[in-house]
Each structure stands twice: as structure tokens, then as C-alpha cells.
């Protein structure tokens, strides 16, 4: 596609439930990454994959946290059980190289109430 | 650990120049970018330094110090829409770019 879609846009759950994130990357990108923006915050790194390598899991926060990336194609970020800490925004990037800049989709802002 | 410092808050007037700097101490280096993310929005890249130097690019420049782990980014002629947060951010050997906390720059007629 023309730019990395996420969805959904906004996500309200109940605490205690599961959710799904999903990121669809720029066509032709290697590097995907999940980051965690919480109110007023900095961007956290969650979770990079590249390519068929196995991803680099270090920024997951806690077990509850885990993330999909099936070859180059679309990734999903699952939180299950949530907690209210875990409202946030999440964004995700996608990069041609390593090095190259990233580029942003609009994130997924999660409410857990 | 990793660790970027920014100024969190800065006031600049419509047509002048701000200069906004960036601190780090990360266990590997591979580059620093930085990128405007406006209130609500994605961060988009502004610009990417890997080697000391100025580099320019329109309104805008960021220059880099390995020596001393240190880099600004320069808005010359600053306009209303230049209000956003300016995030400084710094690729490692793990693949992965840290962030610092951003400032927010408001720019005041």
C-alpha cells in the first residue's frame, strides 16, 4: 500500500480482555516495529521483526505481550488479559533497510477501562 | 541502558530560528534521526545523521557529534505549523531506535 495502515483506529476493552493490533506494512518493507506512546510520553520499542530473522522481542513489557509477523506481509500485536497501564497509543513503522527512516502508521489509540 | 535527553518544552516566535538539542548515551550507535510528530499524529521523519557534520535540508538541518553524543536540529524561519513535538531518536547495533521524550515547540506570532 501507499503507507502502513493500522487498525483499528481506536480500540476501547474492558479490562482483563484480550486484544488484537493490527499493522500492515509498506509493500516491499523488510523492518517492521511496534512502539507504545502513553499520554504526553516518548515512544517505547515494543518488538522488531525483519524479514524471516527471528524478531528482537527485548522491548516486550511482560509476557502478556506477543506479536506476529508472517514473512514481509501484516503483523499483529495481541495483549491479552489487559490492564489499565496498558492504554496507550501503538504505532507501528515499517523501514526498506535497516538503516532507512521509518515510516509511521496512525497507531491504534487502546482505552482499557 | 539507553538514554536521550531533549528539552522538554520550548517557545519560539514566527520567523525566527530555534535550535533544539538531543543528548545520548546508548550502548551502540548506527545513526540518529530525527522526526515531527504533531499532536494526534504519526511521527514523520525529518532527517537522519550517521556521520559528524551539518546536514540541510530546506528549513531545517541536524547536525551530529559522535564524539560527544550530541546532535540539534535547526528550524530556521519558523512557522505556525512547525508547532509539534521534535523527537530525537537513535538507532543502536540492535536493530531497534530508541526515542527520547520529544519537545514540544510552540511557536508564538
Known amino acids: 500500500g501507499a503507507g502502513v495502515s493500522q487498525s483499528p483506529s481506536n480500540k476501547v476493552t474492558e479490562k482483563g480482555k484480550d486484544v488484537e493490533l493490527r499493522c500492515d506494512p509498506i509493500s516491499g518493507h523488510t523492518a517492521l516495529y511496534w512502539y507504545r506512546q502513553r499520554l504526553g510520553q516518548g515512544l517505547e520499542f515494543l518488538i522488531y521483526f525483519q524479514g524471516n530473522s527471528a524478531p528482537d522481542k527485548s522491548g516486550l513489557p511482560s509476557d502478556r505481550f506477543s506479536a506476529e509477523r508472517t514473512g514481509e506481509s501484516v503483523s499483529t500485536l495481541t495483549i491479552q488479559r489487559t490492564q489499565q497501564e496498558d492504554s496507550a497509543v501503538y504505532l507501528c513503522?515499517?523501514?526498506?533497510?535497516?538503516?532507512?527512516?521509518?515510516?509511521f502508521g496512525s497507531g491504534t489509540r487502546l482505552t482499557v477501562v | 541502558g539507553q538514554n536521550i535527553d531533549q528539552p522538554t518544552e520550548m517557545t519560539a516566535t514566527e520567523g525566527a530560528i530555534v535550535q533544539i538539542n538531543c543528548t545520548y548515551q546508548t550502548s551502540g550507535f548506527n545513526g540518529l534521526f530525527w522526526y515531527q510528530q504533531h499532536a494526534g499524529e504519526a511521527p514523520t521523519f525529518l532527517s537522519y545523521?550517521?556521520?559528524?557534520g551539518l546536514e540541510e535540508k530546506g528549513r531545517f538541518s541536524s547536525f551530529l557529534s559522535r564524539s560527544k553524543g550530541y546532535s540539534y536540529l535547526l528550524l530556521k524561519e519558523l512557522q505556525m505549523k512547525d508547532s509539534a513535538s521534535y523527537l530525537c531518536a537513535v538507532q543502536t547495533g540492535a536493530n531497534n531506535l530508541f526515542f527520547g521524550t520529544g519537545t514540544r515547540l510552540t511557536v508564538i506570532p
Open positions: 513503522a515499517s523501514s526498506l533497510r535497516r538503516n532507512g527512516d521509518y515510516t
Open positions: 545523521n550517521v556521520l559528524d
